[in-house]
């Protein structure tokens, strides 16, 4: 990132000396990038995303702690105990540098601050560090060229501006950043783990007192990854259940996850309070007594229990269940004997047992394009060659039309904790989905006509034009007719 940083700041200077950028400024955009995520913990932001706001909740102003905030701590303390030759000024700048906007600093140059934490757009040098890092990492082949966006980066009206030809880049920057969250960072069993590890250090927080290293430099130096040796070397009767958390982990017994819905994201807002771990243990209460009262075993459990006849309409939720979550999560039943069926793998429940809280994760992931729902090009400013002073926003008659028509989108996913009550969970998850309500937007939504193929066939092949009466002239599509034409 320090590297990207500095090859950034030095194109502009050079290309454009009249900016004024001197050495000074180009020292600490170098250090800011590579100081700017000293903060991290373990986990990067599992510790800060998860386990602070358990562990510490948020101060009284309603504030949350963030990792910048721990950066700039450890930035005093490498500059204190090494006599850096540093000004405060600078220290100073450099910490408003990695937050990305002047705070403590007065006078310096407004562009500076959008090369390592962009808040106008989210272009910057740390994304273009971790995307072709991760996307590396992973086995894929990048089709980032940071070295592109450098060299078609210029300074207009204290904004950094790209050059319009080059905005097909800028968008699959924003593309390849939603991809690796989605498919990647985000990922199901990624989710899953992410939550022991919280689970496992909330657990040894009574002996590491991990949330209150945070404000202490000394002692947060030594909070990192290896935390989770730490606690397996320490003979502590106290971490008797976060060492059996990190033993299932490195077993492999991680929940598993029982359903999953991709939303709208407005979604979130109107079932996050009603969607929890709470109202699915409810609902579990509920349908147990509710086949209790049948005298009928439970749908998904209970299975030792069943006579040789087994109901028609138990094999036809079965069947169906199967083809929602596949066959692996069935019971596989062995017949002894004596007749008697036993579950063996995945999917039965704990005989008739309702679930509890502790059973059951609910897991909301946001997944945007990097500037929530609006469209990332909106708020990034072009220039052209004939107008190198001027700068513009691209539009779809120049960039390209194939734009999503969401930029941001919620998975919601529910997870068992034990992979024997999967199919229990999932039951009582769907029971509690068909009680919430809807979104307006939603409800007053009309289901989409279907479109035969042959009437799709027709549309394609004869699309509409608009024929001008000069024959020299190309005819003008929808397209053109829409959009102004680009200015230079």
Known sequence: TAHLAQRLVEHIRDRQPELGINDRDVLCVTIAGLCHDLGHGPFSHVFDNHFIPVAKGKRPDGTQWCHEEASEMMLDALVKENNIDLSQDRVDF????????????????????????????????????????????????????????IHAARVIDDTICYDWKDAQSVYELFYSRYSLHKRVYNHKTARAIEYMIVDALLAAEQVFHLSEAIDDPQRYLHVTDSIIEDIERRDDPRLAKSKQIIRDLRARRVPKRAEEKCLPSEYKSLWKTLLTPQTIAEMSAKLCKEKQALNRPPLLGGLETVAEEIDISENIARDSLQEDVGTSLLPAIDVSPSGSRSPTVLGTALDEEPLTEDDVIIDWAVLHYGMKEKDPLENVDFWSKLHPNKKQQTRPDTSGVLRPERFQEVILRC??????????????????????????????????????????????????????????????????????????
Do not use: H
């Not at 705070?103 to 971790?130: C, H, M, P």
């Not at 072709?132 to 980032?144: F, H, I, K, P, S």
């Not at 989409?448 to 003008?476: C, G, H, I, K």
């Open 415 to 488: 997870y068992a904790k034990d992979e024997r009550r999967v199919c229990q969970v999932q039951e009582a998850f769907r029971a509690v989905l068909s009680t919430l309500p809807q979104p307006q937007s939603a409800e007053g939504a009309e289901e989409d006509t279907p479109v035969s193929s042959q009437q799709s066939d027709a549309a394609m092949a004869a699309p509409e034009v608009n024929v001008t009466s000069d024959p020299s002239r190309p005819p003008r599509t929808p397209v053109m007719d829409q959009f102004r034409p680009l200015s230079g």
């Open 94 to 149: 450099i910490k408003d540098l990695i937050r990305g906007e002047p705070r403590l600093s007065t006078g310096e140059k407004k562009f500076l601050f959008q090369i390592v934490a962009n808040k106008k757009n989210g272009i910057d040098v740390d994304k273009w560090d971790y995307i072709a890092r991760d996307t590396r990492a992973v086995g894929e082949t990048c089709t980032l060229v940071a070295s592109r966006l």
